[in-house]
């Protein structure tokens, strides 16, 4: 029997410890980007690039997570966990960009990228 649920509930993990996931999860596994490119006398085909996977989203900021120790995340495994059934995992992830701490929300900003991102089946 198969689910209708497509949203809710959803789990993010770094190096199996689970993080208080608060919101805005959000998944990138793809290899490549593609461009489409036009000329003067219509469509001509597309340019391929590597793109770097991510996951991304916002945690809640407690006394036990310090951003100091999201900061030097590096070589780590990263799984996102879906209401729908669906996991993404990253391998060698590390912490990317800046950690952005909204104090009146608790909540911290965190973007892992790593050098592989596969699906996982359910």
Do not use: C
């Amino acid at each position: 029997m198969s689910s209708n649920r497509v949203a809710g509930v959803a789990f993010i993990k770094v190096d199996g410890e689970q993080y208080a996931l608060r919101g805005n999860l959000t998944v990138n596994i793809d290899a490549f980007t593609r461009t489409g490119v036009a000329g003067q006398d219509g469509v001509h085909g597309y340019t391929e690039a590597p793109q770097v996977p991510f996951i991304s989203g916002d945690i809640s900021d407690s006394a036990g997570l310090p951003l100091q120790d999201i900061a030097k995340i590096t070589d780590s495994t990263v799984v996102a966990e879906l209401a729908n059934g669906k996991s993404y995992i990253l391998r060698n992830a590390w912490a990317a960009e800046s950690r952005e701490l909204n104090a009146a929300e608790g909540t911290i900003s965190v973007r892992f990228e790593g050098m592989q991102g596969e699906e996982i089946k359910p």
